[in-house]
């Protein structure tokens, strides 16, 4: 019989104590210090030694050891995808996963504990602000398109069409529908809460939205965040942000340069972790980003605007130039926006009335298609 260390295992340090962390079973205990030195040889296939047996078969039993060719390692040798996005993506996962015995509270216990914590620590503040003088964007347009056409027109657009600026009015509805406060609810003992017309778990709303302004009538180039409170834009950086920089953000992607404007998506962590304080917590937010790129897929369709979506970025590059930290805001994605290339928008219109599908592409070094 040969062992090893289950490589489904996560090994921290606290408190002066070596802690093994099963994310399979939602477990963790400490080791002792005895079972530190013996860990090294089984990282790899290796016979018990005989000083060893006693701790072998209580390490066999708990699942920190495996025993090769055990239904055990057969999991570990299927992993499947999860062989390729690493070790944190498997161990996020695990660690988030519910068991059949999973227990939910109700709505009324749930009520009863936000009450309770309400009582001792406020809620954070729905709005972020910088504390710049806004620029008030003018009253949204309505969308000039019903939802069954914005659908079957939905595309991603790549391809924009040169020194041919976003309209105001067309920023400003844009941001209204990516995140623009659609009705304020008071319920009593939680204060307001907001909705939006994308949905956001317990209307938490944790998505904050930095317009990046290329080529938009009558408003400065720059780098903004977006305060719907008062519906309008907070400047950050009132000078143009550099091809170089914005590939830079973006994972060298020449697209994402060539979009008149750029919504950069965060999310401020505690409005979600104040109601739902667990790990899960995390991918509903990643859900939640699905819902605003969407919304603004949709709202650019009906605009006739072409729209992008992309998660590639530089996370580290991001937080630097926002001055936020991962600790408390998280930088998500990026949709871009603006109007499709003459060659780009027939292409679609094409594709729309039967003609051949395809996707589009900004036909250059960066996608082989130059």
């Given at each position: 019989?040969?062992?090893?260390?289950?490589?489904?295992?996560?090994?921290?340090?606290?408190?002066?104590?070596?802690?093994?962390?099963?994310?399979?079973?939602?477990?963790?205990?400490?080791?002792?210090?005895?079972?530190?030195?013996?860990?090294?040889?089984?990282?790899?296939?290796?016979?018990?030694?005989?000083?060893?047996?006693?701790?072998?078969?209580?390490?066999?039993?708990?699942?920190?050891?495996?025993?090769?060719?055990?239904?055990?390692?057969?999991?570990?040798?299927?992993?499947?995808?999860?062989?390729?996005?690493?070790?944190?993506?498997?161990?996020?996962?695990?660690?988030?996963?519910?068991?059949?015995?999973?227990?939910?509270?109700?709505?009324?216990?749930?009520?009863?504990?936000?009450?309770?914590?309400?009582?001792?620590?406020?809620?954070?503040?729905?709005?972020?602000?910088?504390?710049?003088?806004?620029?008030?964007?003018?009253?949204?347009?309505?969308?000039?398109?019903?939802?069954?056409?914005?659908?079957?027109?939905?595309?991603?657009?790549?391809?924009?069409?040169?020194?041919?600026?976003?309209?105001?009015?067309?920023?400003?509805?844009?941001?209204?529908?990516?995140?623009?406060?659609?009705?304020?609810?008071?319920?009593?003992?939680?204060?307001?809460?907001?909705?939006?017309?994308?949905?956001?778990?317990?209307?938490?709303?944790?998505?904050?939205?930095?317009?990046?302004?290329?080529?938009?009538?009558?408003?400065?180039?720059?780098?903004?965040?977006?305060?719907?409170?008062?519906?309008?834009?907070?400047?950050?950086?009132?000078?143009p942000l550099s091809d170089e920089e914005i590939l830079h953000w973006c994972g060298d992607q020449s697209f994402v340069a060539r979009a008149p404007v750029l919504f950069l998506y965060t999310a401020v962590l505690e409005r979600s972790a104040w109601k739902y304080p667990m790990g899960r917590t995390y991918r509903a937010i990643y859900a939640?980003?699905?819902?605003?790129?969407?919304?603004?897929?949709?709202?650019?369709?009906?605009?006739?605007?072409?729209?992008?979506?992309?998660?590639?970025?530089?996370?580290?590059?991001?937080?630097?130039?926002?001055?936020?930290?991962?600790?408390?805001?998280?930088?998500?994605?990026?949709?871009?926006?603006?109007?499709?290339?003459?060659?780009?928008?027939?292409?679609?219109?094409?594709?729309?009335?039967?003609?051949?599908?395809?996707?589009?592409?900004?036909?250059?070094?960066?996608?082989?298609?130059?």
């Amino acid at each position: 019989m040969r062992v090893r260390l289950s490589r489904l295992l996560i090994f921290t340090s606290r408190n002066g104590q070596l802690v093994c962390d099963d994310p399979v079973n939602h477990r963790q205990f400490a080791l002792r210090p005895a079972v530190w030195d013996l860990l090294p040889h089984y990282t790899v296939w290796a016979q018990p030694r005989e000083a060893d047996t006693h701790v072998v078969k209580q390490l066999l039993e708990s699942g920190l050891l495996i025993e090769e060719g055990s239904p055990e390692h057969r999991r570990e040798d299927e992993l499947g995808p999860w062989r390729t996005w690493g070790t944190a993506a498997t161990y996020f996962h695990l660690a988030t996963r519910t068991h059949d015995s999973e227990r939910f509270v109700t709505a009324a216990e749930d009520t009863a504990r936000l009450r309770e914590k309400g009582e001792q620590e406020p809620q954070p503040e729905p709005f972020k602000r910088y504390g710049t003088e806004p620029v008030t964007l003018p009253a949204p347009d309505p969308l000039p398109m019903e939802l069954t056409q914005a659908l079957r027109r939905r595309r991603t657009t790549r391809r924009f069409a040169a020194r041919q600026p976003v309209g105001l009015r067309q920023l400003s509805t844009m941001l209204h529908w990516a995140g623009g406060v659609q009705h304020r609810v008071d319920l009593p003992g939680f204060g307001v809460s907001l909705l939006k017309a994308s949905p956001s778990g317990g209307s938490r709303h944790p998505i904050e939205i930095y317009p990046v302004i290329r080529s938009v009538e009558n408003v400065r180039p720059g780098l903004y965040h977006y305060a719907p409170d008062v519906h309008g834009l907070e400047p950050l950086r009132e000078e143009p942000l550099s091809d170089e920089e914005i590939l830079h953000w973006c994972g060298d992607q020449s697209f994402v340069a060539r979009a008149p404007v750029l919504f950069l998506y965060t999310a401020v962590l505690e409005r979600s972790a104040w109601k739902y304080p667990m790990g899960r917590t995390y991918r509903a937010i990643y859900a939640e980003l699905g819902h605003v790129s969407q919304t603004t897929y949709l709202a650019g369709t009906a605009l006739e605007l072409g729209v992008f979506f992309t998660a590639a970025l530089r996370d580290e590059t991001v937080e630097r130039d926002l001055g936020v930290h991962w600790n408390t805001e998280i930088p998500l994605g990026v949709s871009g926006f603006g109007t499709p290339d003459e060659e780009e928008a027939e292409r679609q219109a094409a594709m729309l009335d039967g003609g051949p599908a395809g996707f589009s592409y900004p036909r250059d070094a960066w996608d082989g298609l130059g």
